[in-house]
């Protein structure tokens, strides 16, 4: 971290939503993005004009990636990790002529340790997926409305990383802690840098850089996140996608009756494309060095028209 950063301390005790309160908050954002009802949601956002300008943001042609390397191996917060298997391998005997290696994966997308993307028909909120799509489109043989093949152009636009563990002064936010509205714009101010409309917005909260340091953990039911109320932060800025190095929600839950309100109000509610368990401990010290925090984005999603979410890769191009 470097010396003339200013810390600002953790926000004192962010409030518990009760089922009534959390109800208004996710009206309001659906009233306040009707503009992303629509089945690809958010991402109308990134409209060609968007991604032209988004390219205006390489300056140094460097790539780096904000996904962490597929896990498997089981572990507290990865009790069904990703399974490799090797299909084909040339013999000791075969040294002559030609032979293939040759192997496969099998994935839980939406687990707690490999980096992914949600797709709209991820959330079922009150019998319906975004936009009122009935919960019956997603069936055992995949869904049939808002699958993640709504992005498979990719998703192509200008990212911003905001670092909150710098803006406090400590190398992560410890488990339970959350994220506000006031955190992002202060981080804003600190970065030198705005969220504006259609941006690919990444919050790092230090869950990689923590595990990595400390070990796993079940994160399913301790981890730093975002405090349902700053989600009113994207609806004013109207980004286009949310990322973060955990599960964008905290762990225990911040809202009564509901275990993730930030995929609720996020996927359901504004139509935004979630990504979880990124890392950022590439990209961090990547925009610290050169002293900016946008860069432009490239997201490429697999090819599964009928999937509720993919591994993903993203790259930022600085």
Do not use: K
Not at 70 to 87: I, S, Y
Not at 221 to 237: C, K, N, Q, Y
């Amino acid at each position: 971290m470097s010396a003339d950063v200013v810390t600002h301390a953790a926000p004192a005790g962010p409030p518990q939503l009760t089922e009534d309160e959390f109800g208004a908050l996710y009206r309001r954002l659906v009233s306040r993005t009707a503009w992303a009802a629509g089945g690809r949601g958010a991402l109308d956002a990134l409209t060609p004009a968007r991604v032209l300008a988004a390219a205006r943001e390489v300056r140094t042609g460097r790539t780096v990636t904000l996904a962490a390397p597929v896990e498997t191996l089981p572990g507290p917060d990865n009790a069904e990790p990703a399974r490799h298997r090797m299909r084909g391998q040339p013999q000791e005997n075969a040294a002559r002529g030609l032979h293939f290696a040759m192997d496969s994966f099998a994935m839980n997308v939406h687990g707690d340790a490999d980096s992914h993307i949600d797709a709209l028909c991820h959330v079922i909120y009150d019998g319906t997926l975004h936009g009122g799509v009935a919960a019956s489109s997603v069936s055992a043989g995949g869904a049939t409305a808002l699958s993640i093949e709504a992005a498979h152009d990719g998703i192509v636009g200008r990212g911003v990383l905001l670092d909150i563990p710098r803006l406090r002064g400590v190398p992560w936010l410890e488990p339970g802690d959350c994220v506000t509205a006031d955190d992002l714009t202060t981080a804003e101010s600190a970065q030198r840098v705005r969220v504006g409309e259609g941006d690919l917005l990444f919050v790092r909260v230090g869950h990689r850089r923590r595990r990595a340091e400390l070990g796993a953990w079940h994160a399913a039911r301790a981890r730093a996140g975002l405090h349902p109320s700053a989600l009113e932060f994207l609806a004013d800025r109207r980004v286009a996608v949310l990322g973060g190095d955990g599960n964008n929600d905290t762990a225990p839950s911040f809202t009564e009756g509901v275990d993730f309100p930030v995929h609720v109000l996020a996927i359901h509610a504004m139509g935004l494309h979630l990504l979880d368990y990124l890392q950022f401990e590439d990209l961090a010290p990547a925009c610290e060095a050169e002293g900016r925090w946008s860069f432009l984005c490239v997201i490429a999603p697999l090819r599964l028209p009928n999937a509720t979410g993919s591994p993903v890769n993203p790259i930022a191009v600085l």
